[in-house]
C-alpha cells in the first residue's frame, strides 16, 4: 500500500512520524503544522493511505479542515491521529483522536500489532518531550524501561532538534533512524546539539528575564531566537503573569509565529483561539500551550485582547 506520512515538527510529532513510518515501511515523510495542513496535505493525493499525526484542527479552520479530508477519503485511507483539543461538535471517521495522552502514545496504540513492543520506547520520547508522560499510558510504558535512560534519551531528541528546528531534512533523518529504534543519543548530531542548545536555552533565559513587558495578565517577548515554547515559559516566571507568550516575526509571511504557556484556570487553546480570530489569525493547542500565527499589522492588538481573555479567565 502506497502510504504517506504528516506530522509534527516537534518532538512528540517526530516520534509520531517515526512509530508511523515502522509500522507503515518506508514513505515520504511531510512536516506540516495547523496553519499549512490544508495546502501541505495536497502532497497526499495519489497515495493509498494518508496519514497525519499531532496536527491540531483550530476552530477558524475546522470546516475547511472537515471538508478537505472529507474529499480526500473519497480517493485515499485517511488516518489522522491527534491530541489536541477538538473544536465543538467535531469528530469523523478517519479522526483517531484522545486529548489525554501524547500523540506518540496514540500512534503507537494505533500501531501497536504492527510494532516490535521494544517501540514503545519511541512513544515515550515523544510523550516526555510533550510534558504527556504520567498519563495511565504513558506511566505503564515507562515502567517497561530504566526511567533515568529513557529521560536522558528523550532530553537529547527535545534539546538536539532545536538546533536545526527548521531543518527539516535533518528531521527527516531523525524520524527515518527513530523508525528502526535507534536511541537519539546515537543518530548523528544530536547529542552534540543537546549540549549547543542547552547553552544557548540558559542564554536565552537570562535575555527573557531582561526583556519580558508585562501587561495586567499576560507577559511577552519578542524574537528571541529560540524554543519559543520555552522562552513562553521564561517569560511567564519572570514577568509574574498567568500566561507567558513569545511571539517571533516571520517576514517572508508578514506575520508574527506565537507560542504561550499558561496555568491554572485559563484554557490557552480557547483563549488564544478567541484573540486570534480577532485579529485575522489562526491559533490553538492545548490549555496550558498553544500558538498561533498573527497578521504583523494585528500583533499589538491581539496581545491586549489576549490579555482581556486571560483576565476574563481568571476571574470565573
Known sequence: MKTVIFTHGDSDGICS???????????????????????????????????????????????????????????????????????????????????????????????????????????????IGDYQDMTPGARQLIDDWDKRSLYYQAGTLTQGIEVGRRDYDFKRGIVRELAKNIIPSEIGSLAKNALVAARHEDQMR????????????????????????????????YGRAAVGVSVEYRDHRNAYDISARGTGNVDLNAAIGEAAAKNGGTGGGHPRAAGGRIPESSMKQFLLDLDEVVGKALVK
Not at 59 to 84: C, G, N, T, V, W
Not at 211 to 234: Q, S, W
Request: proline letters at 5%; aromatic letters at 10%.
Open 17 to 127: 512520524g517515526a512509530l508511523a513510518l515502522a509500522a507503515n515501511g518506508d514513505s515520504p515523510i511531510y512536516f506540516t503544522n495547523p496553519v499549512s495542513v490544508l495546502t501541505d496535505i495536497d502532497e497526499g493525493r495519489g497515495y493509498d493511505r494518508i496519514i497525519v499525526c499531532d496536527i491540531a484542527i483550530n476552530l477558524p479552520r475546522s470546516q475547511q479542515m472537515k471538508d478537505k479530508f472529507e474529499a480526500l477519503a473519497k480517493e485515499s485511507e485517511i488516518i489522522y491521529i491527534d491530541h489536541h483539543p477538538l473544536p465543538p461538535g467535531f469528530g469523523e471517521k478517519w479522526l483517531f483522536h484522545d486529548d489525554t495522552a501524547s500523540a506518540s502514545e496514540l500512534t503507537f496504540n494505533y500501531f501497536e500489532n504492527e510494532l516490535s513492543p521494544d517501540m514503545s520506547r519511541v512513544a515515550m520520547y515523544g510523550a
Open 206 to 237: 537570562q535575555r527573557v528575564q531582561r526583556e519580558v513587558k508585562r501587561l495586567k495578565n499576560v507577559a511577552y517577548v519578542m524574537d528571541m531566537n529560540g524554543c519559543m515554547g520555552k522562552a513562553a515559559i521564561f517569560a511567564r516566571v
